[in-house]
């Protein structure tokens, strides 16, 4: 059993009874308990307390005890004491188990979590500094609340009176507990704060941190305050979501949302739970306001308070010249590693650097000259933002990870020594945030500590939780190192600091009044409060309604598919009804609504037949009348109809009765084979034992035929299932005739043996099999493709015509990848000979997540059946001169070689010598790790990859036996620094270093004097190097890069290399710890 446990306080292991005077023990036994009141002038909800409790007749214990509790964070916090049976080293024994528990009586506190640290005492009598303590640290919550020792004390030790631990059969014990405010319940932070906290996005704490910090920059409130935003976008606004943001903060009574705010930034959903570092959002952010600002009455407010400005230069020591450049800061990067505090990082941050040996400077008409240099201050702004670089790259790993060393930082920041001459002012800072990571290089929690007023009062901002703290809580346990009990605490330490010049103090701080709002942003955030409370009480109330989705006769109208209308694509008329309306009222109130009378209208509810089509069906409105319409509608969120109106041109008075017996609603649709487009033409009530050829008369008016013109009669059962109907039959002959079927007719004295869909049949087939699929270039990152109609049943070949005449390019120059659902990126290539249909291309089955189907292609420079016979490589050519020229594409068949891939690809470049030779390689981060012989087949070569191709040197060609080519990278101090382009040298064995040297140098074409600047090493691992001494001009053997192999095994990775140290010139910011860069969009 670990010393610090968890106690199981279930009834099963043992009773308590919480009365003031008597606790009763497992054996029903009294054992008398005194309670040590805790101060009654300390705060209900006050962040740290004293529990003390008083055992009596401790002797006569056997069952556990609970003290009285005090109130912590507005919490209940007790000693729980109990004799328990432990096992140690010398076997089972009697121990003092001592817990601290936290266990709310309410059921609202139920959810609570809350972590806090303790220090439990047992007291001595006799002498106080032998007082027996033991510390714990724990998230208590309800499944956990209580956290302590089984083993406090061994029991035997308690009694022993000569230990001073007992008096008169009683102990003392006390807890001092330190606690933050509990999360999972009311925790009323503007009450107990008057600041309120934010809502926490997903992953948006550490904005939460930034957010809170720069309202409290009163200064900063005030000039965003001011920012016109009269003529604003309410949605892309970044100074109006800012002025909302700090709107609310100041007024709002419960903690704020973000999200109107992110989204301002352009951002989605996916940026929200992707956590970022709070110093670049810092930086990006005020950025975009100080670009806003521009032309406005605060414009220049954000260098006023952020920018300082510091003197790069460099001083010769022994001829008078000095180089020196002025630079602005908005914050300053400080290293931690190996350093005790803000006051070391400084003095790091403008140590001299002497450059000497062959590192001198050029001087210009001095030459290269022995110099310092260095930074110095010249003005440090009046709000100071430290970034504390806690995040690190590690060699080792190959990542970043989070260095938690201890480091301090003082309340009061002096920093004079470190400017280059004294400002009107001395640099003297009060401590006004800090922003604390807790986690790892992977993820974690922000939370920020502020002295908003600058006077030395506490508060911790911890997403939608704000508390007051200690000053020690703030500063003192935040510098890291310490190694707590608690794994997550043990990673918890400053990333950022703000100071803010006490000479300023007063201004920046200045108080923010309604008057400084003006009455425009008032009355804009209370209309925006207003509305978003009426949409907050309907969502409330979205319980106690439901939709009724209202067709007419114009959506049929506009219809030209299978059944009456699409839904999902139709745009119905929507009521938002209450479920507890009758059916009757409901009618009433529809056709009000309408503008009709209630006799002109009749509601057909919109079902789904078996066959999956959906048509009108009746309801029998006497029966139903004093029902509620959300029974009517079977309880559905949503209840379809076909609102039934009476014609305006129709001279009766209401619609005519229908008789559900002896009638039934037949809808009408019109096929034109020439336009090849289906109508809908209306609807009528038929006795089911008319003939279909009565129903000839009509069907001719309404689309203006000739009386005597002969028609084709088809029932539309479902979209692949249309079937003739002998005019001569009976309208009840027809099967499962029902309510809602819809009759198609088309004109029988047409040629239609000539037309290319020419009946209704043929054209619901054509329509059944038309999809719309989209077409993209997989060549193109984030292509959103062209959306092309096309037919089901189309072989390969009519697809990629169809295609490559939208695309204006013969289909033959087209190559075609079904889709990768997971990803939805290119997949299989399709070949062109394949025997399969569109149907099977798209997977007809599954559709992607927007519900479109997607194919992808990529232009091709040689024909389809060429192209399939071969094997694609992506290479990047460099000349003879260690240039990247350009990307080459090369065709290779698949049983040929890398000699054939070469071949073909000397028709693509531009050479530089006149050997005209090349070499395939591949290289991955600057360095080269494979040389591919000539036989070699492509088809062990993976064509995902960007291979190299190399133009040969004429030193190259016809290798003696004791020469070899060994691979050179550049980098600078670290292996893992490597950039550039590496190439590969001819190795003379035991060849001088100076020879080496010399050969670069000339390849390279690097000046003599940038030439003297770079070093040497041997590289034999990604951790290993060398340094090679220029002193003793070291002889290098082929042995050193192939060992005992030989030549004929080039290096594994790339290792071991020849290493050429050097200034990346070129460098390439990288993006550290956070792999997503922080953007605004707007």
């Given at each position: 059993?670990?010393?610090?446990?968890?106690?199981?306080?279930?009834?099963?292991?043992?009773?308590?009874?919480?009365?003031v005077?008597?606790?009763?023990?497992?054996?029903?036994?009294?054992?008398?308990?005194?309670?040590?009141e805790?101060?009654?002038?300390?705060?209900?909800?006050?962040?740290?307390?004293?529990?003390?409790?008083?055992?009596?007749?401790?002797?006569?214990?056997?069952?556990?005890?609970?003290?009285?509790?005090?109130?912590i964070?507005?919490?209940?916090?007790?000693?729980?004491?109990?004799?328990?049976?432990?096992?140690?080293?010398?076997?089972?024994v009697?121990?003092?188990?001592?817990?601290?528990?936290?266990?709310?009586?309410?059921?609202?506190?139920?959810?609570?979590?809350?972590?806090?640290?303790?220090?439990?005492?047992?007291?001595?009598?006799?002498?106080?500094?032998?007082?027996?303590?033991?510390?714990?640290?724990?998230?208590?919550?309800?499944?956990?609340?209580?956290w302590?020792?089984?083993?406090?004390?061994?029991?035997?030790?308690?009694?022993?009176?000569?230990?001073?631990?007992?008096?008169?059969?009683?102990?003392?014990?006390?807890?001092?507990?330190?606690?933050?405010?509990?999360?999972?319940?009311?925790?009323?932070?503007?009450?107990?704060?008057?600041?309120?906290?934010?809502?926490n996005?997903?992953?948006?704490?550490?904005?939460?941190?930034?957010?809170?910090?720069?309202?409290?920059?009163?200064?900063?409130?005030?000039?965003v305050?001011?920012?016109?935003?009269e003529?604003?976008?309410?949605?892309?606004?970044?100074?109006?979501?800012?002025?909302?943001?700090?709107?609310?903060?100041?007024?709002?009574?419960?903690?704020?949302?973000?999200?109107?705010?992110?989204?301002?930034?352009?951002?989605?959903?996916?940026?929200?739970?992707?956590?970022?570092?709070v110093?670049?959002?810092?930086?990006?952010?005020?950025?975009?306001?100080?670009?806003?600002?521009?032309?406005?009455?605060?414009?220049?407010?954000?260098?006023?308070?952020?920018e300082?400005?510091?003197?790069?230069?460099?001083?010769?020591?022994?001829?008078?010249?000095?180089?020196?450049?002025?630079?602005?800061?908005?914050?300053?990067?400080?290293?931690?590693?190996?350093?005790?505090?803000?006051?070391?990082?400084?003095?790091?941050?403008?140590?001299?650097?002497?450059?000497?040996?062959?590192?001198?400077?050029?001087?210009?008409?001095?030459?290269?000259?022995?110099?310092?240099?260095?930074?110095?201050?010249?003005?440090?702004?009046?709000?100071?933002?430290?970034?504390?670089?806690?995040?690190?790259?590690?060699?080792?790993?190959?990542?970043?990870?989070?260095?938690?060393?201890?480091?301090?930082?003082?309340?009061?920041?002096?920093?004079?020594?470190?400017l280059?001459?004294?400002?009107?002012?001395?640099p003297?800072?009060?401590?006004?945030?800090?922003?604390?990571?807790?986690?790892?290089?992977?993820?974690?929690?922000?939370?920020?500590?502020?002295?908003?007023?600058?006077?030395?009062?506490?508060?911790?901002?911890?997403?939608?939780?704000?508390?007051?703290?200690?000053?020690?809580?703030?500063?003192?346990?935040?510098?890291?190192?310490?190694?707590?009990?608690?794994?997550?605490?043990?990673?918890?330490?400053?990333?950022?600091?703000?100071?803010?010049?006490?000479?300023?103090?007063?201004?920046?701080?200045?108080?923010?009044?309604?008057?400084?709002?003006?009455?425009?942003?008032?009355?804009?955030f209370?209309?925006?409060?207003?509305?978003?409370?009426?949409?907050?009480?309907?969502?409330?109330?979205?319980?106690?309604?439901?939709?009724?989705?209202?067709?007419?006769?114009?959506?049929f109208?506009?219809?030209?598919?299978?059944?009456?209308?699409?839904?999902?694509?139709?745009?119905?008329?929507?009521?938002?009804?209450?479920?507890?309306?009758?059916?009757?009222?409901?009618?009433?109130?529809?056709?009000?609504?309408?503008?009709?009378?209630?006799?002109?209208?009749?509601?057909?509810?919109?079902?789904?037949?078996?066959n999956?089509?959906?048509?009108?069906?009746?309801?029998?409105?006497?029966?139903?009348?004093?029902?509620?319409?959300?029974?009517c509608?079977?309880?559905?969120?949503?209840?379809p109809?076909?609102?039934?109106?009476?014609?305006?041109?129709?001279?009766?008075?209401?619609?005519?009765?229908?008789?559900?017996?002896?009638?039934?609603?037949?809808?009408?649709?019109?096929?034109?084979?020439?336009?090849?487009?289906?109508?809908?033409?209306?609807?009528?009530?038929?006795?089911?034992?008319?003939?279909?050829?009565?129903?000839?008369?009509?069907?001719?008016?309404?689309?203006?035929?000739?009386?005597?013109?002969?028609?084709?009669?088809?029932?539309?059962?479902?979209?692949?299932?249309?079937?003739?109907?002998?005019?001569y039959?009976?309208?009840?002959?027809?099967?499962?005739i029902?309510?809602?079927?819809?009759?198609?007719?088309?004109?029988?004295?047409?040629?239609?043996?000539?037309?290319?869909v020419?009946?209704?049949?043929?054209?619901?087939?054509?329509?059944?099999?038309?999809?719309?699929?989209?077409?993209?270039?997989?060549?193109i990152?984030?292509?959103?493709?062209?959306?092309?109609?096309?037919?089901?049943?189309?072989?390969?070949?009519?697809?990629?015509?169809?295609?490559?005449?939208?695309?204006?390019?013969?289909?033959?120059?087209?190559?075609?990848?079904?889709?990768?659902?997971?990803?939805?990126?290119?997949?299989?290539?399709?070949?062109?000979?394949?025997?399969?249909?569109?149907?099977?291309?798209?997977?007809?089955?599954?559709?992607?997540?927007?519900?479109?189907?997607?194919?992808?292609?990529?232009?091709?420079?040689?024909?389809?059946?060429?192209?399939?016979?071969?094997?694609?490589?992506?290479?990047?050519?460099?000349?003879?001169?260690?240039k990247?020229?350009?990307?080459?594409?090369?065709?290779v068949?698949?049983?040929?070689?890398?000699?054939?891939?070469?071949?073909?690809?000397?028709?693509?470049?531009?050479?530089?010598?006149?050997?005209k030779?090349?070499?395939?390689?591949?290289?991955?981060?600057?360095?080269?790790?494979?040389?591919?012989?000539?036989?070699?087949?492509?088809?062990?070569?993976?064509?995902?990859?960007?291979?190299?191709?190399?133009?040969?040197?004429?030193?190259?060609?016809?290798?003696?036996?004791?020469?070899a080519?060994?691979?050179?990278i550049?980098?600078?101090?670290?292996?893992?620094?490597?950039?550039?382009?590496?190439?590969?040298?001819?190795?003379?064995?035991?060849?001088?270093?100076?020879?080496?040297?010399?050969?670069?140098?000339?390849?390279?074409?690097?000046?003599?004097?940038?030439?003297?600047?770079?070093?040497?090493?041997?590289?034999?691992?990604?951790?290993?190097?060398?340094?090679?001494?220029?002193?003793?001009?070291?002889?290098?053997?082929?042995?050193?890069?192939?060992?005992?192999?030989?030549?004929?095994?080039?290096?594994?990775?790339?290792?071991?290399c020849?290493?050429?140290?050097?200034?990346?010139?070129?460098?390439?910011?990288?993006?550290?710890?956070?792999?997503?860069?922080?953007?605004?969009?707007?």
């Amino acid at each position: 059993m670990s010393d610090v446990e968890e106690m199981d306080t279930s009834p099963d292991n043992h009773a308590t009874d919480n009365s003031v005077d008597l606790v009763k023990d497992e054996n029903d036994e009294v054992v008398e308990a005194e309670v040590v009141e805790a101060d009654e002038e300390d705060n209900f909800c006050k962040p740290e307390g004293l529990v003390c409790f008083v055992i009596a007749g401790l002797s006569k214990l056997t069952g556990s005890i609970l003290s009285q509790p005090t109130y912590i964070r507005g919490l209940p916090w007790r000693l729980l004491v109990m004799q328990r049976d432990v096992t140690t080293k010398e076997g089972r024994v009697k121990g003092l188990g001592v817990f601290v528990q936290c266990s709310p009586d309410s059921i609202e506190m139920q959810g609570y979590s809350c972590y806090a640290r303790a220090t439990i005492t047992l007291v001595n009598f006799v002498d106080p500094k032998n007082n027996h303590s033991r510390d714990i640290n724990h998230w208590f919550y309800n499944k956990e609340n209580d956290w302590g020792y089984g083993n406090f004390m061994a029991w035997q030790e308690v009694l022993d009176p000569s230990k001073g631990f007992i008096k008169d059969d009683n102990i003392e014990l006390q807890a001092h507990v330190v606690a933050d405010a509990p999360h999972g319940i009311n925790w009323d932070s503007k009450k107990h704060t008057g600041y309120v906290g934010m809502k926490n996005q997903g992953a948006t704490c550490y904005m939460s941190s930034l957010l809170q910090t720069l309202y409290c920059t009163n200064k900063l409130r005030k000039a965003v305050y001011q920012m016109p935003t009269e003529n604003d976008d309410s949605v892309k606004s970044v100074p109006l979501a800012m002025q909302r943001i700090f709107y609310e903060l100041q007024y709002s009574d419960k903690a704020v949302g973000t999200k109107k705010l992110t989204k301002s930034f352009g951002w989605d959903t996916v940026d929200s739970f992707m956590q970022h570092d709070v110093q670049e959002l810092s930086r990006v952010l005020l950025d975009n306001l100080d670009d806003k600002m521009k032309g406005t009455i605060v414009e220049g407010t954000i260098p006023q308070l952020f920018e300082g400005k510091m003197e790069s230069y460099v001083r010769c020591t022994k001829v008078d010249y000095v180089s020196s450049r002025t630079e602005t800061f908005f914050d300053i990067q400080l290293n931690i590693k190996g350093k005790k505090n803000v006051h070391e990082s400084f003095k790091d941050y403008v140590a001299v650097e002497m450059l000497d040996g062959e590192n001198k400077y050029d001087a210009e008409k001095y030459g290269l000259q022995e110099a310092k240099k260095g930074v110095i201050f010249i003005k440090f702004p009046p709000v100071l933002h430290l970034h504390l670089m806690r995040f690190q790259y590690d060699p080792i790993t190959d990542s970043n990870i989070k260095i938690n060393d201890r480091y301090e930082f003082p309340e009061h920041l002096k920093l004079d020594e470190f400017l280059k001459e004294p400002e009107s002012t001395p640099p003297h800072y009060t401590l006004h945030a800090v922003l604390v990571h807790s986690g790892d290089n992977y993820g974690g929690h922000y939370v920020a500590c502020l002295n908003p007023r600058g006077d030395g009062k506490w508060y911790k901002f911890d997403d939608d939780v704000v508390s007051k703290c200690l000053k020690r809580d703030a500063i003192d346990y935040n510098f890291g190192g310490v190694e707590d009990i608690a794994v997550m605490r043990s990673c918890t330490s400053a990333y950022m600091l703000v100071y803010i010049r006490d000479s300023h103090i007063v201004d920046i701080l200045q108080e923010v009044s309604d008057s400084d709002i003006s009455e425009y942003l008032v009355k804009r955030f209370e209309e925006e409060k207003r509305m978003d409370s009426i949409r907050r009480k309907e969502r409330n109330e979205a319980h106690l309604y439901f939709q009724v989705e209202v067709y007419v006769e114009g959506h049929f109208q506009a219809h030209v598919g299978t059944d009456l209308v699409l839904m999902g694509e139709a745009k119905p008329i929507c009521f938002k009804v209450s479920k507890s309306s009758t059916l009757q009222d409901f009618k009433i109130s529809l056709a009000k609504q309408m503008g009709f009378p209630a006799s002109h209208v009749r509601m057909w509810p919109l079902e789904k037949r078996n066959n999956n089509t959906i048509r009108p069906t009746p309801i029998e409105m006497a029966e139903n009348m004093g029902k509620s319409v959300f029974e009517c509608a079977d309880c559905r969120s949503s209840w379809p109809l076909f609102l039934e109106i009476l014609d305006p041109d129709s001279e009766a008075e209401c619609l005519s009765e229908y008789d559900f017996r002896s009638q039934v609603l037949l809808f009408y649709k019109y096929y034109d084979p020439h336009m090849q487009r289906i109508s809908y033409v209306g609807h009528t009530y038929e006795v089911i034992s008319r003939y279909f050829a009565e129903l000839m008369p009509f069907l001719r008016e309404k689309v203006g035929l000739s009386a005597n013109t002969p028609l084709l009669l088809y029932e539309e059962v479902k979209p692949n299932m249309i079937e003739p109907i002998d005019p001569y039959k009976q309208l009840r002959q027809l099967e499962e005739i029902r309510d809602g079927d819809i009759i198609c007719f088309q004109r029988a004295d047409l040629p239609l043996d000539k037309m290319e869909v020419s009946t209704v049949q043929d054209y619901f087939r054509e329509l059944y099999n038309r999809v719309e699929v989209i077409f993209c270039d997989h060549t193109i990152l984030g292509d959103h493709g062209v959306a092309i109609p096309l037919n089901l049943r189309m072989n390969y070949v009519q697809m990629a015509k169809a295609v490559a005449q939208v695309l204006g390019i013969d289909w033959f120059y087209l190559q075609f990848f079904k889709p990768n659902h997971s990803r939805t990126l290119p997949d299989v290539p399709i070949q062109h000979n394949t025997d399969g249909s569109l149907r099977d291309f798209i997977n007809w089955k599954f559709k992607h997540a927007d519900q479109n189907f997607y194919l992808y292609f990529q232009k091709l420079s040689i024909r389809i059946d060429e192209f399939e016979r071969k094997r694609v490589f992506r290479c990047t050519f460099v000349n003879s001169r260690i240039k990247e020229d350009k990307e080459v594409t090369v065709y290779v068949n698949k049983d040929g070689a890398v000699k054939d891939l070469l071949a073909e690809a000397a028709g693509h470049v531009d050479f530089t010598d006149t050997a005209k030779q090349l070499r395939l390689v591949e290289t991955i981060q600057h360095r080269i790790i494979a040389l591919y012989q000539a036989s070699l087949p492509v088809s062990e070569l993976s064509t995902h990859r960007v291979m190299r191709i190399d133009e040969i040197r004429p030193d190259e060609l016809n290798l003696k036996p004791d020469q070899a080519l060994i691979p050179v990278i550049h980098f600078n101090r670290e292996i893992h620094n490597a950039f550039g382009i590496p190439f590969l040298l001819p190795l003379n064995d035991g060849e001088l270093l100076s020879s080496i040297k010399s050969r670069v140098k000339k390849l390279l074409d690097i000046s003599d004097k940038e030439f003297e600047k770079y070093k040497f090493a041997i590289i034999s691992s990604p951790t290993q190097l060398e340094v090679l001494s220029d002193e003793k001009d070291d002889r290098l053997y082929v042995k050193y890069f192939y060992g005992d192999k030989g030549p004929a095994h080039f290096p594994q990775m790339g290792f071991p290399c020849f290493g050429l140290d050097h200034i990346n010139r070129n460098p390439k910011r990288s993006r550290g710890v956070f792999e997503k860069a922080i953007k605004i969009h707007n």
